[in-house]
């Protein structure tokens, strides 16, 4: 069974530039999540999508963090214009359901900015 | 912000020795969960445990519970080079809202 597929795995760019990421969960998997993780720190939550529709994004900064998930399969995360303090790793991850089980995560895009 | 609190931040043991980690959380909670991160890597879990559960165990991998004092533990046995990685715990809660939230993680480094 393929994983979460995320990519790219790395990315560079200067402030005020934009990004996109792109995630393709487990085949079947109703629930997508967006999560950002500062070095050493722990996942936080900033989108969860059921199918195509919209669940949390309450700790996503809107001004500037988009995320669609058309058809309610893969899914992007964009960011524009980009600030220092969001270089981290995106990670995306899909469970079966709601019900908070088990996530499987994809290896995570790692962001920098300039 | 985060939900959970892990402690220790960082912990280094010999292989063979037993690794306990820590995870305090805020809220009530329908499950908690632990994974682990290897270095430049993506999550994978370990081992859920209910809200109505007080122990579990997964080979090396024992989980405790306590819902009174919103805490839980990851001890793992016999631990080995292979195991050095971040440990994260989770903790879940189903409703309107249903969402993981993730702890700040314990780093475990196992020397040979």
């Known amino acids: 069974e393929a994983g979460v597929a995320q990519s790219p795995r790395y990315k560079i760019i200067e402030k005020r530039q934009s990004v996109a990421f792109w995630c393709n969960p487990i085949?079947?998997?109703?629930?997508l999540y967006w999560y950002q993780q500062i070095l050493g720190q722990g996942p936080k939550l900033l989108i969860q999508?059921?199918?195509?529709?919209?669940?949390?994004d309450s700790q996503l900064p809107k001004d500037r963090f988009s995320a669609e998930r058309l058809k309610g399969v893969d899914s992007t995360l964009k960011i524009q214009p980009a600030k220092l303090e969001d270089s981290a790793v995106y990670l995306c991850?899909?469970?079966?359901?709601?019900?908070?089980?088990?996530?499987?995560f994809g290896e995570g895009s790692r962001l920098t900015v300039l | 912000s985060q939900q959970g609190e892990e402690d220790p931040q960082a912990l280094s043991i010999q292989e063979g020795e037993n690794a306990t980690m820590n995870c305090s959380y805020k809220?009530?909670?329908?499950?908690l969960q632990w994974y682990r991160q290897n270095s430049g890597r993506g999550l994978v879990h370990l081992i859920l445990?209910?809200?109505?559960?007080r122990e579990k165990h997964s080979g090396r991998l024992r989980v405790t519970l306590d819902t009174s004092k919103k805490s839980s533990s990851l001890l793992i046995t016999a631990s080995r080079a292979a195991d050095t990685a971040s440990y994260f715990c989770?903790?879940?809660?189903?409703?309107?809202?249903?969402?993981?939230?993730f702890g700040t993680g314990t780093r475990l480094q196992v020397t040979l």
């Open positions: 991850a899909s469970s079966l359901g709601l019900a908070t089980g088990e996530l499987f």
């Open positions: 989770a903790s879940g809660f189903t409703g309107t809202a249903s969402k993981l939230t």
């Open positions: 809220t009530s909670i329908n499950n």
């Open positions: 999508f059921q199918n195509n529709g919209v669940v949390d």
């Open positions: 085949s079947g998997h109703a629930t």
């Open positions: 445990i209910r809200s109505n559960e």
